[in-house]
């Protein structure tokens, strides 16, 4: 397949402009300015015209739930992932050790998506409802480091850090979830909501690597104090290498609060939904619609394509295969389009703002199969 035409944004190769992309055996074969591919891979037996389009890496979305029918959040990986151009999805702990396997079946093997996981550390994931580190008995660290190191679709960690899962444990499951993140040589991802545990207590736990999700959320006891500066352990945290996610959600994401994170300079690592059953009609709605709420904060879309493709994939440590348009990468690409009708986005505290224009799934390129999008 030839694709011509487009507007090619990859932050891995610090790419922005008209490019043509040759694609063969399911992976990119060349990038080149217009009409200066290699002779040798004339002769495409389609060519996609992408005219008006903005081609990017394939989207990746840090943070989901895609296991329907086996835990209250559940939705369909392919609703929210390649019939959104959104061709990598990571389950965010919806699983644990004791349920992967049942996940792989009926989650992960089904889905014309790619779906990856962040293992839960409690063995049931949240299958056994949403309070899975009250009780320590139900943690297994040493499974899920036996099972990350057999199963290569499993990239890291995840614990929930908020009051309603941990109950009266505080900080011990995260202490335990750590180690055996340590031991699995895999990142951690940690959510973080209400205290207890202060966040300020969570952070300290992290090392380079590790991803806080959540990260921008509006409630109290946030990255943020009173007045609007970041906390000492944010700043430390930061520092040392400690990537912050923004894991839209139902409850976790503030305009306020991305607003005067923006004004200290701060913009987050990587951007994802936290998308699930409850959520998708909104205020998360799709990746292409958080995309387009930082479109609108000010941040450029070079910016926000980066969070969505090279920096994921580089916490996944699959920058040569995903997230990028390098010769040899998958080709999994994602055809969007800028539109400039005007959009009411909604954050999950309510608050309105609206867009001049918005970013629109057109197609998804899933190992050079071309799907139009819902």
């Not at 329907?68 to 390649?82: K, M, Q, S, W, Y």
């Not at 990746?287 to 090279?310: D, H």
């Not at 920096?311 to 055809?335: F, K, N, Q, Y």
């Amino acid at each position: 397949m030839l694709i011509q035409g487009g507007r090619v944004v990859d932050p891995s190769q610090s790419i922005n402009g008209r490019y043509d992309i040759a694609i063969s055996g399911g992976r990119i074969a060349a990038l080149a300015e217009p009409g200066r591919l290699p002779a040798q891979l004339g002769g495409a037996r389609k060519t996609l015209d992408a005219s008006g389009t903005i081609v990017t890496p394939g989207l990746i979305d840090l943070h989901a739930h895609v296991f329907p029918g086996r835990t209250p959040l559940g939705i369909e990986a392919d609703r929210v992932g390649i019939e959104q151009s959104v061709t990598t999805l990571v389950d965010a702990g919806s699983a644990g050790a004791c349920t992967f396997a049942t996940f792989l079946d009926e989650a992960v093997k089904p889905a014309g998506t790619r779906v990856l996981a962040f293992l839960n550390i409690a063995g049931e994931g949240l299958c056994g409802g949403l309070s899975e580190l009250a009780d320590m008995d139900r943690l297994t660290p040493r499974e899920a480091v036996a099972l990350i190191r057999e199963q290569p679709l499993i990239r890291g960690i995840k614990a929930r850090m908020s009051a309603s899962v941990v109950r009266e444990n505080g900080i011990k499951p995260l202490l335990v979830a750590k180690e055996a993140a340590r031991e699995a040589g895999c990142p951690l991802m940690v959510h973080i909501g209400n205290a207890p545990p202060a966040l300020s207590e969570i952070l300290r736990v992290l090392d380079a690597g590790d991803v806080v999700t959540h990260a921008f959320h509006g409630k109290a006891g946030g990255i943020l104090d009173e007045r609007g500066r970041l906390i000492p352990e944010a700043e430390k945290a930061l520092a040392r290498g400690v990537l912050f996610d923004v894991g839209h959600g139902t409850s976790s994401f503030s305009f306020r609060t991305m607003r005067q994170a923006r004004a200290l300079g701060l913009a987050p690592h990587t951007i994802s939904t936290d998308i699930y059953r409850q959520n998708a009609a909104g205020p998360v709605h799709s990746l292409t619609t958080t995309m387009t709420k930082f479109v609108a904060l000010g941040y450029s879309l070079e910016e926000v394509i980066a969070a969505c493709t090279a920096a994921p994939a580089a916490v996944l440590r699959m920058t040569d295969e995903i997230g990028t348009l390098r010769p040899g990468a998958v080709a999994d690409l994602s055809v969007l389009e800028l539109t400039n009708v005007p959009v009411v986005l909604t954050d999950s505290e309510r608050e309105q703002l609206t867009a001049e224009e918005s970013v629109t799934a057109r197609l998804t390129i899933k190992a050079g199969k071309v799907l139009t999008c819902r």
